[in-house]
């Protein structure tokens, strides 16, 4: 490895372009997160109003509020991955939720996002999914 990709900053890789991911672990069983990811309020919560997400790869979606893009892969009870790009922006990025079990009732909600134009993109996407993040564990604690 050469020592200028060693001085390279955080959350900047070789293939992927700038990146972020965010995750929490959730005290609710895997289906439980599942569930609710792929209900409209989940999906409302993480990807934006009026969307219901085909688990069928180049599946096109649009969102409420402008965000669109295309399923990428749809494994239940495992992934969702899927080209996002909002209103505004000149490209689109990778989207991946991923869901773990990690433990007697509890998961492992791991939101990654690449392909992000810079660092402040990077820092922008970080406070946005850990607020998502955020609101989705709010919601799946408000539903025991």
Same mark, same amino acid.
């Given at each position: 490895m050469s020592e200028g990709w060693k001085r390279r900053q955080v959350g900047l890789t070789r293939d992927a372009g700038w990146q972020i991911g965010v995750s929490k672990t959730i005290a609710r069983p895997i289906d439980d997160v599942w569930d609710f990811l792929t209900s409209p309020e989940g999906m409302a919560l993480w990807l934006g109003e009026g969307v219901t997400l085909l688990p069928e790869r180049g599946a096109a979606y649009r969102t409420a509020?402008?965000?669109?893009?295309?399923?990428?892969?749809? &494994?239940?009870?495992? &992934?969702?991955?899927?080209?996002?790009?909002?209103?505004?922006?000149?490209?689109?990025?990778?989207?991946?939720?991923?869901?773990?079990?990690?433990?007697?009732?509890?998961? &492992?909600?791991?939101?990654?996002?690449? &392909?992000?134009?810079?660092?402040?993109?990077?820092?922008?996407?970080r406070r946005h999914w850990q607020g998502v993040v955020n609101a989705i564990v709010a919601a799946l604690t408000d539903t025991k």
């Open positions: 509020s402008g965000i669109h893009g295309e399923i990428r892969s749809f &494994r239940g009870r495992d &992934r969702i991955r899927l080209t996002w790009w909002p209103p505004g922006w000149s490209h689109d990025t990778t989207l991946q939720l991923t869901v773990r079990a990690a433990g007697e009732g509890r998961t &492992r909600l791991v939101v990654h996002q690449e &392909r992000l134009a810079d660092a402040v993109e990077r820092e922008q996407q």
